[in-house]
């Protein structure tokens, strides 16, 4: 029987799995990840303010596997070679006649002194400790930034830093606290604040009083301070989303890689060169616009392309299927969301609305409750409401 393996079990990965399982019957399918455990990314912009927990947002895929009879196998690759013919974990190698890679992004730390920011792409933790620093704080400065990959301008986690900005912001106004804090938002010389989406979304942060600073880099970081190549901002809390690159088994494997540090795939989601294995997500690297940024849905439309490619491999069939390239982002502001969609042909925004907060809580049940086990569904977490204050904690004394 062909085995197939699929590395990660985030979105792009079980994305892969259901897709080969309804394209191909036959296949034996083993999905390879560190911990069995689903993680629902997008709305992690809601831990600071209390409206998730962070547990909310995680779920154990095992039983979805199983209920399509796909293995799990614990371990993290440290490497794939034979052309993608052997993929080694710390746990054991495997076989593959075919792969799809869907380990999703590192942030080698470029940047001096990230021991001293919350790195809100940090995961469960990291979005944690953020939210208790704010509570405990009864006042100052907040500095929220994020970098580029000059080599791979996608590679960048902005739009969740703007998010971020604007939940921060909203959350403060709610506790009655917004008047005792500043808020900055850091942005690389990539992020076009004068066009399209970007520039409204810049606009709409200027007008709740954030300060943005459009073209910087960021040189380092002190406890107290963000250092750019233009100024240096005081600080009470940074946050900073580093610069993503490609898996780090990368290095010691013989697969391509591009200037980035991405696997380099084609424009069907094939590895450069390579028969029957593929890369999606945040992982990989695509040819086309600069505007298709690395994200959840990028991911899933990737991995339904590349499965789909890859039965038709192990079929002995030659893959036709392209990548659909296309953004779709709901930039909540607790709330409110406002809706921003781009392919091709363009790009068009709606305003912050409750319909677009109810999608992304929508896309957040969605998810959770197809990946988590039958019968312990996670508990359902209702909508912010559309105003008013309403601290959860004790906030601290002046
Ligand atoms: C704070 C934040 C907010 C975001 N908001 C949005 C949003 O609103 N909308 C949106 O569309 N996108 C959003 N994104 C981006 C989105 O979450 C990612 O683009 C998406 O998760 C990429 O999917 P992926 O499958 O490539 O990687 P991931 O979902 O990160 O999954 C990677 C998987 O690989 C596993 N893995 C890692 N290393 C190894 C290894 N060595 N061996 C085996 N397995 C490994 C991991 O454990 C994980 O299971 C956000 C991201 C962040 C951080």
Known sequence: MLHVVVIGAGFGGLKAVEELRTRHAGVAITLVAPGPRFLYWPNLVWVPSGWREPEDLTCDVRDWLFRRRAAYHEGRVVAVRDGGRSVVTDSGALVADGLVVASGATTPAAVPGTEH????????????????RLRAL???????????????????????????????????????RRARFRLDVVLPPSADVAHGALAGLATRLRARGVAVHPGRRIERFAADRVVTDR????SDLTVFSPAMSGPAWLAESDLPATASGHVAVDARARVDGLERVYAVGDAA?????AWQTKQAHTAELQAETAARNLARELDGRAPRERVRHEVVHVVDGLGHGAFVFRDGRGEWALPPTRLGHYLKLGLEREALRKYAPRGRRPRARGAVPAAGPRPRFPLPRL
Do not use: K, W
């Open 138 to 176: 009864a006042g100052g400065r907040l500095v929220l930034g994020f970098a580029d990959n000059p080599a791979h301008p996608p590679a960048a986690r902005g739009t969740p830093v703007l998010e971020l900005a604007f939940t921060l912001d909203e959350q403060l106004r709610r506790e009655r």
């Open 117 to 132: 920011v919350y790195a809100i792409c940090g995961g469960l933790d990291a979005a944690r400790a953020m939210r208790d």
């Open 231 to 234: 100024e240096s901002l005081a």
């Open 285 to 289: 690297a695509f040819p086309g616009p």
